[in-house]
C-alpha cells in the first residue's frame, strides 16, 4: 500500500524559509494530486494547499507546494515564516490500488 | 460560508455502538462528496471512509471495514457514520471533510465531535 512520510519535527526562526517533505512510498507521487493541512493546537485542520500547488482564498502566498518526481515527493515551503505559523502539517494523497485516502504521519513545525 | 458541524460524538462500551452526523450549509451538499476523518489523542489523521455525492460509491478504511457504514441524506444535507462494535481503539476526534473539485482533496473540515471508548 502507497505510504507517505514526513519528518517528525523543524524548527526555523520568524522570518526565515522552512521546507517540509512528504515522500511517497512506491509508485509515482504525481499520480494523485498532494494536499497540505495546518492544524493548530486544539483546533481541526484547514487546507493550506491542494491539488499540489494551489492556495485557498485566504492562505498567503508564504504557503507553496511543489512535486519533485524525481525524488517522488513532495514540498511544503513557508517564507518569512510567523510565530502563528506553529503547528502541525499533513500531507495528504490517494492510494488508487486500494481507493484509499493516505495521510503523512505529520510534522511538528516549531517557530522560535 | 461553509459550514460542517459534526454531533453524536460520546462515552459508549466497547462492543457498543454510536451514530454521528455532519450537517453541512454553505454550498450545494448533493454536489460533492464527502469523507470521514479522525484522530486519536495525540496521534496524527486517519481517513475513515469516503461516499460519493449520489451515494453510489463507497470506501473505508480497512480498520473499520465491516463495522461502519457511511451515508448521507442530500434532502436534509447531513452526512453520517454509523460505527458498530466499537473498539478501544476507536477513541478519537471524528471529522468531517468535503472534497474539492478534484475528489481527493478534503478541501473543508468541520470541527469534530469526541468518540471515546471506553469501559
Known amino acids: 500500500n502507497f505510504m507517505l512520510t514526513q519528518p517528525h519535527s523543524v524548527s526555523e526562526s520568524p522570518g526565515k524559509t522552512v521546507t517540509i517533505s512528504c515522500t511517497g512510498s512506491s509508485g509515482s507521487i504525481a499520480s494523485n494530486y498532494v494536499q497540505w493541512y495546518q492544524q493548530r493546537p486544539g483546533s481541526a485542520p484547514t487546507t493550506v494547499i491542494y491539488?499540489?500547488?494551489?492556495?485557498p482564498s485566504g492562505v498567503p502566498d508564504r504557503f507553496s507546494g511543489s512535486i519533485d518526481s524525481s525524488s517522488n515527493s513532495a514540498s511544503l515551503t513557508i517564507s518569512g515564516l510567523k510565530t502563528e505559523d506553529e503547528a502541525d502539517y499533513y500531507c495528504q494523497s490517494y492510494d488508487s490500488s486500494n481507493s484509499n485516502w493516505v495521510f503523512g504521519g505529520g510534522t511538528k513545525l516549531t517557530v522560535l | 460560508e461553509v459550514q460542517l458541524v459534526e454531533s453524536g460524538g460520546g462515552l459508549v462500551q466497547p462492543g457498543g455502538s454510536l451514530r454521528l452526523s455532519c450537517a453541512a450549509s454553505?454550498?450545494?451538499?448533493?454536489?460533492?462528496?464527502m469523507n470521514w476523518v479522525r484522530q486519536a489523542p495525540g496521534k496524527g489523521l486517519e481517513w475513515v471512509s469516503y461516499?460519493?455525492?449520489?451515494?453510489?460509491?463507497?470506501y473505508y478504511a480497512d480498520s473499520v471495514k465491516g463495522r461502519f457504514t457511511i451515508s448521507r441524506d442530500n434532502a436534509k444535507n447531513s452526512l453520517y457514520l454509523q460505527m458498530n462494535s466499537l473498539r478501544d481503539e476507536d477513541t478519537a476526534v471524528y471529522y468531517c471533510?468535503?472534497?474539492?473539485?478534484?475528489?481527493?482533496?478534503?478541501?473543508?473540515w468541520g470541527q469534530g465531535t469526541l468518540v471515546t471508548v471506553s469501559s
Open positions: 454553505g454550498f450545494t451538499f448533493s454536489s460533492y462528496s
Open positions: 461516499i460519493s455525492s449520489s451515494s453510489s460509491t463507497i
Open positions: 471533510a468535503r472534497a474539492g473539485n478534484s475528489v481527493v482533496a478534503l478541501y473543508y
Open positions: 491539488e499540489d500547488n494551489q492556495r
